[in-house]
């Protein structure tokens, strides 16, 4: 298996473009995590999604951030519009199970100019 | 509600010398999961405790949940320059899916 795939690697943007990160989780893994990693707060997660269904999304910063799960094999992460201090890593993580380890991608490093 | 805390924030040790790391919650774990961050990489799970007072082992690495499930330790014996990178401790919220990171404890091995 190849892991979880996450797209694009780098993305730079200006302020007020909309950006759209993309995961693709591993094969038979029911749980999808989206989390954001900072040197200031860490890594945050965002929401996450069982069955394709999101059962959290309180770690959402605000109305400018959304994400989809249409299928089980793909996942999207929207931020429009973007700003300045959207800037940082984003890791897509997936799991078989509640509870079991999470495999994380290899993060999409955002930055908003 | 819930906070995961760990310490210390940041560790500098000399290759062969031992580095703990600490991980704190408020509230019972139901399970601790231990995770290595690599300079530019991404977090790769380590192991999961969930047993009071559980112990494992991992080569150099000891791995211990405390009797409470409200503490949790990773100590490295005799750490060499491949342990460098970041430790994170992760706990479960409410429910076994959305689990909580700790800050972190960033592990530097001078040669």
């Known amino acids: 298996d190849a892991g979880v795939i996450q797209s694009p690697r780098h993305e730079v943007t200006e302020m007020g473009q909309e950006v759209t990160l993309r995961c693709k989780p591993i094969?038979?893994?029911?749980?999808l995590f989206w989390y954001r990693q900072t040197m200031m707060r860490g890594l945050e997660l965002l929401i996450y999604f069982n069955n394709n269904v999101p059962i959290d999304d309180s770690g959402m910063p605000e109305d400018r951030f959304s994400a989809k799960m249409p299928n089980a094999s793909f996942s999207t992460l929207k931020i429009q519009p973007s700003e300045p201090r959207d800037s940082a890593v984003y890791f897509c993580?997936?799991?078989?199970?509640?509870?079991?380890?999470?495999?994380f991608g290899p993060g999409t490093r955002l930055t908003v100019l | 509600g819930q906070q995961v805390m760990q310490i210390p924030q940041y560790q500098h040790v000399q290759e062969g010398e031992d580095f703990t790391t600490y991980c704190n919650s408020s509230?019972?774990?139901?399970?601790i999961q231990w995770y290595k961050q690599r300079p530019g990489g991404h977090p790769v799970f380590l192991i999961q405790?969930?047993?009071?007072?559980e112990v494992k082992k991992q080569k150099r690495l000891t791995f211990q949940f405390g009797e409470a499930k409200k503490n949790s330790s990773l100590h490295i014996t005799a750490t060499q320059t491949t342990d460098v990178g970041t430790y994170f401790c992760?706990?479960?919220?409410?429910?076994?899916?959305?689990?909580?990171f700790g800050s972190g404890t960033k592990l530097n091995v001078k040669p």
């Open positions: 993580a997936s799991s078989s199970q509640g509870g079991n380890e999470q495999f």
């Open positions: 094969s038979g893994h029911n749980s």
């Open positions: 992760a706990g479960p919220r409410y429910n076994f899916n959305k689990f909580y």
């Open positions: 405790l969930v047993k009071s007072g």
């Open positions: 509230t019972t774990l139901s399970n």
